[in-house]
């Protein structure tokens, strides 16, 4: 194998002549070449000499194993050499053996390519030819990119070619004065995150994930979506950011499940959202009050009436994580038993029997915490309701898939239980073909959301807004004209 590699090398460097040499062997180069149309055989080599007798896939073979550089380089040989390193399996092998997964690769690629849109159902079925080569090429010299995600409990910020994000932090909401300008405190939160990330404002693009905030269809909070939208550029681009892109949370949590629409179930820290992406604006947000901290100060609750000692919310939150989960069928939960334990460091050990079910199970029954509130199951019923009444063109069937995010979207059994409780909510034509989908990465489902956007092929162009695009557009159109991006 290294003398047919030394080979293939010298040919690619000595750029191997024309030659009629002898007959071409079957399968090979010369034989896949004489078979083309004359107008596909322009000027160039039909010969590869010595190697001529070498067949096709293990001449491919080689290639691969030389990696993508040198392939690339041995297309300048000749045309037998060009259709061999210009092979769409050559360069998806090399896409394969990147740190994307595959399937988020194509995915990206297919759907994402062309920037925001503003109804990207429209061709979310089509699958158009990649140039697997072609997006090699380009991805390969997509910078770097920081990305914040503020999140509604804590902050998730990371490089985009890192597999995880490198740190978090409060959100941007504990920042300064609550009676502060956004102003300053969406500063002072950018300087805090540049400064732990020990990099110049200047040097990388930046992706802000948006939180779900103002989602009403009223007038205020179009403007207060604007202005907030609007305050995260000027911020950022006063402090020398070459380029900004600034994506609303529910969208990335779609895409981080290969997903271009929905309904997005946000379990935040205060609240839990439900959003769905096409109409957001147009039906509004079903906001429910039975968020992740409400979960965690249940179960500190009925630890405390079990005589179980925990003053640390912190610690109860990791006990609920690491126990808790939701019944498919409460009252046959009832009967059973469920009593397991854990060991949390510092603390010690911890057991649970009854309130490992009963804590997941204020989402579906409110008034078990003691809240005047609609179960989780019925808002998402309402709201596909309202998705099946709306006037949308395209695919009627889009809202039937529901993507969870948030931490305690993870807890086991709630998706499963979702689906359940649905199915005997809605009516067969709405119900019928539901799914939920679990979050494909757990806590940080919109940051690997963003992490696909900042690695496509086209991220700069398609996705970010530059300074002077913002500086221009202010001077043309004054305030609050962002929402157009």
Request: charged letters at 20%; hydrophobic letters at 40%; one cysteine or more.
């Amino acid at each position: 194998m290294a003398m047919l590699l030394r080979k293939v090398w010298g040919s690619v460097l000595a750029r191997a002549a024309a030659a009629a040499g002898p007959a071409a062997a079957p399968g090979s180069p010369r034989d896949r070449l004489a078979r083309l149309p004359p107008e596909q055989q322009y000027c160039g080599s039909l010969s590869l000499g010595a190697l001529d007798a070498v067949p096709t896939d293990v001449l491919a073979q080689i290639l691969r194993l030389l990696g993508p550089v040198d392939a690339a380089r041995s297309g300048t040989v000749c045309r037998a050499w060009r259709i061999l390193a210009s092979d769409n399996g050559l360069w998806a092998f090399f896409l394969r053996l990147g740190p994307e997964p595959w399937d988020l690769v194509v995915f990206a690629e297919t759907h994402l390519a062309a920037g925001p849109d503003p109804h990207p159902w429209l061709y979310y079925d089509h699958s158009p030819q990649l140039s697997f080569k072609q997006i090699y090429g380009l991805r390969a010299v997509v910078p770097g990119t920081l990305i914040v995600d503020g999140g509604s409990g804590y902050c998730k910020y990371g490089w985009s070619k890192y597999a995880a994000p490198s740190g978090r932090c409060a959100t941007f909401l504990e920042f300064g004065n609550i009676e502060s300008p956004m102003y300053a405190r969406l500063r002072h939160f950018f300087s805090t995150i540049y400064t732990r990330m020990q990099v110049k404002p200047s040097t990388q693009p930046v992706i802000v994930v948006l939180p779900l905030c103002h989602t009403d269809d009223t007038e205020s909070a179009r403007a207060s979506r604007k202005q907030y939208k609007e305050t995260v550029y000027s911020v950022l681009f006063d402090m020398n950011a070459p380029a900004v892109c600034a994506v609303d949370q529910a969208v990335l949590s779609l895409y981080s499940a290969k997903r271009t629409s929905g309904i997005v179930v946000h379990i935040g820290f205060n609240n839990t959202s439900v959003v769905p992406s096409r109409v957001m604006y147009e039906i509004g947000v079903e906001t429910v009050g039975q968020g992740a901290l409400k979960l965690t100060g249940y179960l500190k609750e009925l630890m405390h009436q079990r005589n179980i000692t925990c003053d640390s919310l912190y610690t109860v939150r990791t006990i609920k994580e690491k126990l808790c989960y939701v019944a498919a069928d409460y009252e046959a939960e009832l009967r059973k038993d469920t009593q397991a334990s854990c060991e949390i460091d510092g603390e010690g050990w911890f057991t649970l029997s009854e309130e490992r079910f009963k804590t997941a199970e204020i989402l579906f029954q409110p008034h078990m915490g003691g809240m005047r509130a609609m179960g989780l199951h019925k808002a998402i019923a309402l709201c596909m309701d309202h998705c099946y009444n709306s006037e949308v063109v395209g695919d009627d069937s889009w809202y039937k898939t529901v993507v969870l995010a948030g931490g305690s979207s993870c807890l086991p059994g709630l998706p499963e239980r979702l689906e359940k409780e649905l199915r005997q909510l809605l009516p067969p034509y709405i119900s019928e073909g539901i799914r939920v989908l679990p979050p494909p990465f757990g806590t940080d489902s919109a940051w690997f959301g963003a992490k696909m956007i900042s690695n496509v092929s086209t991220f700069t162009e398609a996705w970010c807004v530059k300074k002077k695009q913002f500086r221009q557009k202010i001077r043309r159109n004054g305030p609050l004209f962002v929402n157009s991006w």
